[in-house]
């Protein structure tokens, strides 16, 4: 029911909207009342205290009508843009035009050749009062320039600083522009396009009205633009969101959601809020106490000891799993798109990253596994998700009884990676650095190393740096010098091949459900295959990456040794075991042309059927 009252005090109380045009002053009630009421929950997020300003700024100015080169980043107030390209080729800048475009009215000889969208968020930022826009396309020098490689990979500093973003989630591609944004002050293009909302009203008497609020399906989730793999990271980075989306435009902070037709703070209905991404401040060691634990070591009641899902590991598992079930137009900009983002997570991670997956927790971060079946991405790692086209996923940590920690890994750390330094081809060790857990200090009671000779474990340390080093020489020879070897990871381990048995089948007359992305049809699940040892004994079970190769089903397949596991089912609810009873194995392909393997799904066996198999010992590069 409405009346004649001031909207945010009355919260409970809808609103009869104009048919075609959206009233911005209830966005600017929006604004204030967030930055007014908010605080740092919306000025400085979760992870705000990690992201700093933009080295560089290009924006908008929306008075002048030209580029600005902001002389200091972080004392600037702006509004980005986040919105599809799609087929439409929007004006871009370049190094013919950059000295025109920042006269003052430069951009007026340009208009004609910008995208709907862009004017009508610059008509939105001039009329909510602000005066600087920043928008990807105009604001980065295009091209394969230093400048533009540098600003995609520090995006974070870009969407995490501006005061809030525009999302343009209306239409496919970046001429739909914003519905229902009249333009006052850019009438000379043309006079904006008309939404057409269809609000059912029913009239009681003068100052009184009964609406029907918008159907919940009016929202970000059912868009194009929420398909898209480089508005991902623009949505998580952002502090707030306008959201143009169907008919209307909402708003989104980390406090409240509201729309046009029913402030939604304290009404009780409304759109659902994003599913933000938090990493808190302890995970940059801000505010951390004695009792604070993120990925470390504890020892149980029993003196075993275990390892703590690390909570920076538990957001990254939600971004990996959500990231990848988005399209990328192109497939080269599967790690650049979600750059910016990775940064954060490297601050939070205090290690570098290697293709997309964290050094300092490699050995966990290397146990993804396929929601479908995945096709192969040139150019990127097999051993990575990033070298696949598909949603994959982590397996959930156990649950603890100790409600402080995140939960247990049903993994632990058995071997010792390298890959090769970015500025040279020398080796250096991965995982033991950082918040990960040093082999050096691992519990006695765990398998630091395995002998596959005589199945017994002992202290000392595999894959030798020097023995290694020869190793690589012998097997890469000239192409060390040649090419990029940083894609390349290797240990010394077990392996054994066996044959695959059954396909193993699931529920196959149902579908099943993601939290992210539309539900898996039966065809396109993964495949799951059992591990059979001699006598087609059962031995374990592997998931398979893609559909394989023609001839899986016909020969014995190569397994390499990867940690030890907990319990068994991949796709099963993890349930505690006091034990660790299982190896994670990954199914590969050797090259012997190249000595590089490749893999081709991730399984479980148990460790005692893997050692009555006898397996070997040898080097494996994994590219």
Known sequence: MLQQQDCLRSLSYGKVLDRDWIDLTVVRQWLAHCTQSHGKLCSQHSWGIAIQPP??????????????????????????????????????????????????????????????????????????DERYLWVDSLCILQGDSVEAREQIATMDRVYGSAFFTIVAAQGSDADHGLRGIKRYHFSFCEPGRPRNIDQ????????????????????????????????????????????????????????????????CEDSGYGPESLDWLSLKPQYFGEDVDALWVDGSLMTDRHGRTRVVRSGTFGQYSRMVEEYTSRHLTFESDAIRALEGL??????????????GLPKSLLDVALLWRPMRQLQRRRGFPSWSWTGWKGQVSYNKAMESANRAYSGEEGTRSLQRWYTFSSSSSRLEPVNG?????????????????????????????????????????????????????????????????????????????????????????????????????????????????????????????????????????????PYNVGEFPLYHVMLVEHDRRTGISTRLGLGRVRKTAWMMAEPTERVVILG
Not at 494 to 513: A, H, K, P, W
């Open 55 to 128: 080295k560089f700024l290009r924006v908008i100015d929306v008075y002048n009508l030209c580029l600005v080169e902001v002389a200091r980043p972080e004392q600037c107030r702006f509004v980005a843009l986040s919105y599809v390209w799609g087929r439409s080729t929007p004006l871009r800048l370049r190094y013919n035009n950059v000295d025109s475009m920042k006269r003052p009215q430069g951009l007026r000889q340009y208009m004609s050749s910008l995208p709907r969208t862009i004017i009508d968020a610059m008509e939105v930022v001039r009329g909510l």
């Open 200 to 263: 059912p009203v029913a009239k009681i008497k003068d100052d009184a009205h009964i609406i029907a609020p918008f159907p919940s399906e009016a929202s970000l989730t059912h868009t194009t633009w929420n398909t898209r793999a480089w508005t991902f990271q623009e949505r998580i980075l952002s502090k707030r969101i306008l959201a143009f989306c169907g008919e209307e435009v909402v708003w989104h902070c980390r406090k409240m959601v509201c729309r046009e037709d029913m402030q």
């Open 342 to 355: 990775l940064h954060v997570f490297q601050l939070s991670f205090r290690s570098e990253f290697i293709s």
């Open 433 to 573: 650095h950082g918040w990960g857990v040093p082999l050096s200090r691992l519990p006695a009671e765990w398998e630091a190393s395995l002998d596959c000779s005589t199945g017994r474990t002992g202290r000392t340390l595999t894959s030798d740096p020097l023995q290694l080093r020869s190793y690589v020489q012998a097997t890469l020879g000239n192409r060390l010098l040649d090419g990029d070897m940083t894609y390349l990871i290797l240990c010394t381990t077990c392996t054994r091949s066996f044959q695959l048995g059954n396909q193993i089948l699931q529920d196959s007359d149902t579908e099943t459900l993601t939290p992210h992305g539309p539900p898996i049809p039966p065809e396109s699940r993964p495949l799951r295959f059992s591990i059979v040892a001699s006598a087609f004994e059962w031995i374990g079970t592997v998931l398979l990456d893609g559909t394989g190769p023609e001839w899986m089903d016909k020969q014995t397949h190569e397994f390499i040794l990867i940690s030890e596991a907990q319990y068994f089912g991949l796709d099963d609810e």
